[in-house]
């Protein structure tokens, strides 16, 4: 399994999708790196791939979602997070009520807070 090298890593990221999830998981907060910037051409394969590793994302994700760099934040709200498993929006909903409810002041700047919204709908818990 080769991880991409750097953004334009098409290829490799794309590789991905045949890549078991168990070889994936021990990988997944590299690859997470990659889902600071959607916009990056290997971002949305990348996010695919991470999207099928199922319960193996929810540490990752909960630290991704506590950390302080809200553009990132903002992505794996408003993409991996609608792609994932039910389960795996469930173990970190704590994390997306917070951000909708009582967001930082740079996640209200990059409307982290709103994307928050979002994910909760799919929850059932657009109520809280």
């Known amino acids: 399994m080769q991880l991409p090298r750097d953004k334009q ?7 991905l999708q045949a890549v078991p999830v168990d070889e994936l998981g021990p990988h997944i907060p590299v690859l997470l790196e990659w889902l600071r910037d959607m916009n990056w051409p290997v971002a949305r394969p990348v996010a695919a791939a991470l999207a ?8 990752p994700l909960r630290a991704a979602l506590s950390s302080t760099d809200d553009i990132w934040k903002y992505w794996i709200v408003s993409h991996l997070l609608l ?17 909708r ?3 930082t002041a740079g ?3 990059e409307e982290v807070h709103l994307a ?13």
């Open 52 to 59: 099928r590793c199922g319960i193996q994302l929810v540490a």
């Open 9 to 15: 890593d098409i290829a490799a990221a794309l590789a």
């Open 116 to 128: 928050a919204g979002d994910v909760l709908i799919l929850l059932g818990l657009n109520d809280s």
């Open 107 to 109: 996640e209200i700047t």
């Open 83 to 99: 792609e994932v498993d039910g389960h795996v929006r469930h173990s970190v909903a704590d994390l997306i009520v917070r951000i």
């Open 101 to 103: 409810n009582a967001p």
